[in-house]
């Protein structure tokens, strides 16, 4: 499926003068269900986020929930993006932000816009 989506991105990339992200999770942390498909595995889902980034040449975004793994994400992955449910983590965020990388916060719609600038000085 990652492939199918990665080609048609290529393919409309070439058509047009845009730049795309690849967006995919690793995992999925943020289910109603504790039943429910969380994802393939860390190791596994990076390794495919690692083959669609090399391929195709494509930034990858992914989510990052913990301060644990924002240093092996940003091995594979451009851009690190924060849940809004997680915005005003501070260890996550300082650790996202010791990556280097790229850094997306979503905008929880708990916090104000004002709010926005605490998790950018956190990341920075």
């Keep these: ?17 845009v730049d795309f992200v690849f967006k ?3 995992t999925k942390a943020n289910r109603t ?12 889902a990076l390794a495919l986020l690692a083959k669609i980034r090399n391929d195709y040449d494509l930034p990858i975004l992914t ?5 644990e793994e924002c240093a092996t994400v940003a091995e594979t992955c451009d851009i690190l993006q924060i849940p809004a449910f997680l915005s005003r983590q501070t260890e996550l965020l300082h650790a996202a932000g010791r990556t280097g990388r790229a850094i997306q916060i979503k905008k929880g719609q708990f916090m104000s816009p004002d709010d926005m600038n605490f998790a950018k000085a956190k990341v920075t």
């Design 1 to 17: 499926m990652l492939r199918e989506v990665a080609d048609r991105l290529v393919d409309i990339q070439s058509q047009y003068p």
């Design 63 to 67: 989510d990052v929930h913990s301060p």
């Design 24 to 26: 995919s999770s690793y």
């Design 33 to 44: 269900s504790s039943t429910s498909f969380t994802g393939i595995g860390m190791e596994a």
